[in-house]
């Protein structure tokens, strides 16, 4: 998802006896569902971890703008390019109060950015794929930020208080992209011949990644059990994808578009649909920084931030001059 | 001079003047998405971009009403040439450094809040509704604009400099917002608009305070570049913004989007 391989202590589940009288009142107020406030005891590796999944998704926001920033000033209508802009400051908004909710564990807005910048943190692995005809913008919406809210809605439950509250706020917004995504592919799929073949591209070329935003199989994740523990994490990878296909395959039928997989199938017994794997190797090396648009992304905010270091500089410059000024008025 | 224009044709060309305006800087703007030097600003950029182009809507779906062949905002925004855009020269140069964007923001808030100001007392009900519903978001650009040109201006020692480098460069196009001509001269006749060079003092004091405050120094020459606003001579670049704002349009006629 927006926040895939998070670890927790890459250990098990620690036992109630393991546990310190600290831990074991920590562990009682999650299992009570209270929420974890910032200025709350915490255990160091529950600290360590929510940095990290809310950092990696604070990022996600802030790369996710650039596939779609990708077709703004292509885009065919002045309301289509109006909805892409609203948009895309939605993401960017969601960034910002997902750094500001990071923030809370103590930790700078600008340690994260260095820590993107250098590729210490990840962002999710969906966006180092480019965005290649005018249909994928709707496809990002119908089924990036469709994925994204089957992953989102149960962490509006998450136990750290100001990510719960922050994803009430993005799950609304995302909904509302998601509709707006399926409006426009939906466009596409009733149109020309060109556009109709545009829309089987997009979703053709976009099925299999958004499948890997959920993370790997279940049984290749030994580590999401303390997560889930601490309620950081409230699904399995698996759980979440088996959703998300469900979901989206009649949506497919609905467009009257061709299944991007020929293994799906709706299993009687189950009472879902089966699947095809994505290509897990394909993942694992997109990780790795060879997806096929690492390389720009990383080096687009890169170059966004050290461009943009004069203009920092000069607003703190400006800053400090006129708190000076106000000491000296007074 | 030639035979005084029909009201409806100067009208049209009034409103191709608002709304060219703001599609093309919306334009401009929006190419600044993700790529900007903190989040707050991409944010604000967006959000100065959405506006933008909903008052283009506004002010090209009107000319298509005025001028009644059934053309929509859309087929005005992304069916003509070059030659037929009024925009003004200072939104369709490029964006340069962010010291440079914000600059030529500043510059054209400021022209284009005074304005609307003076819009809302248009004889056209319909002019003074569109200024009515974006005069309150181009005084927040203005806000923002001002605010940052003196942050910016008034800040380290590089980011005065180059703020410095913006006004220079710029300040030949700002002479183009005050020049009349005909169609002016038409819409004034009519009290539909105001005479473009009327709002120059008001400009120049609001600027003069601005600039003073980023410890700035307006340049002494008067010269402007022309020809945005009539159509006669854009710059080569807006022939590159069209090509890649138009192509879907161009490219696949008649589809619906």
Redesign the interface.
């Known amino acids: 998802m927006y926040a895939q391989m998070v670890q927790s202590t890459g250990k098990g589940v620690k036992s109630s006896e393991d546990m310190t009288p600290e831990e074991r009142a920590f562990q009682a107020r999650i299992d009570a569902g209270e929420k974890i406030e910032p200025k709350d005891w915490m255990p160091p590796a529950y600290r360590k971890n929510l940095i990290r999944q809310i950092g990696q998704h604070a990022h996600s926001e802030i790369v996710g703008q650039l596939p779609e920033g990708n077709w703004i000033t292509r885009a065919p209508t002045l309301e289509r390019k109006a909805i892409l802009l609203a948009k895309v400051q939605d993401e960017a908004g969601h960034g910002l109060y997902l750094y500001c909710a990071a923030e809370t564990l103590g930790v700078s807005r600008d340690d994260l950015t260095e820590m993107l910048l250098d590729g210490r943190m990840k962002y999710s692995s969906i966006f180092n794929y480019p965005t290649l005809n005018w249909s994928d913008i709707g496809a990002v919406g119908w089924l990036v930020d469709g994925a994204a809210i089957i992953n989102q809605v149960p962490l509006q439950r998450t136990s750290f208080g100001p990510y719960a509250r922050a994803m009430v706020r993005v799950c609304k917004e995302e909904s509302f992209h998601a509709r707006q995504g399926f409006d426009a592919i939906r466009k596409m799929a009733d149109g020309t011949p060109a556009q109709k073949r545009m829309a089987q591209d997009s979703l053709n070329r976009l099925w299999f990644p958004a499948l890997m935003m959920f993370g790997p199989p279940d049984k290749d994740s030994p580590h999401s059990a303390q997560s889930m523990a601490w309620k950081i994490k409230m699904n399995t990878n698996d759980e979440l994808r088996q959703k998300f296909v469900d979901q989206t395959v009649p949506q497919i039928e609905f467009l009257g578009l061709d299944l991007p997989d020929s293994g799906i199938q709706w299993n009687e017994e189950h009472g879902h649909y089966d699947y095809t794997d994505p290509d897990w190797s394909e993942f694992f090396d997109v990780l790795k920084g060879n997806g096929p648009c690492n390389v720009d992304r990383l080096a687009a905010r890169n170059k966004a931030w050290d461009d943009g270091k004069w203009v920092r500089d000069g607003l703190m410059a400006h800053a400090k001059k006129k708190a000076a000024a106000k000491v000296a008025a007074e | 001079m030639s035979t005084p224009l029909k009201r409806d044709e100067a009208f049209l060309q009034f409103l191709l003047r608002m709304g060219d305006n703001t ?1 093309i800087l ?2 401009r703007v ?2 600044w ?11 604000a950029l ?2 100065t ?2 506006d933008l ?2 008052q ?2 506004f002010w ?1 779906g009107l000319a298509g009403e005025v001028q009644g062949e059934g053309k929509s ?2 087929d005005i ?2 069916l003509r040439d070059v030659w037929d855009f009024r925009n003004l020269l200072l939104v369709e140069v490029p964006n340069g ?3 440079h964007t914000l600059m030529r923001q500043f510059l054209f808030d400021a022209w284009h809040s005074i304005q609307l100001g003076r819009l809302l007392k248009s004889s056209d009900a319909r002019v003074a509704a569109i200024a009515e519903k974006t005069a309150k978001e181009v005084a927040y650009h203005l806000e923002r604009s001002a605010d ?1 040109v ?3 201006g ?3 020692e ?3 400099r ?1 703020m410095q480098e913006a006004l220079d460069y710029l300040w030949p196009y700002v002479g183009e917002m005050f020049q009349s001509d005909d169609v002016d001269a038409a819409m004034v006749a009519a009290g539909i608009a105001p005479d473009p060079a009327s709002l120059r003092d008001e400009y120049d004091a609001l600027i003069s305070r601005v600039l003073a405050g980023a410890t700035l120094t307006i340049p002494d020459s008067r010269f402007g570049h022309k020809g945005g606003r009539t159509g006669k001579m854009h710059t080569e670049h807006l022939g590159h913004l069209l090509t ?2 138009q ?3 161009r490219a ?1 006629p ?4």
């Open positions: 599609l919306g334009h929006s190419e998405c993700g790529h900007a030097p903190v989040l707050e600003e991409d944010i967006a959000n971009a959405l182009i909903g283009t809507q090209l905002a859309d925004a992304f450094d962010f010291g940052t003196v942050g910016l008034d800040g380290s590089e980011s005065r180059r890649q704002m192509w879907l349009q696949y008649g589809a619906n989007w």
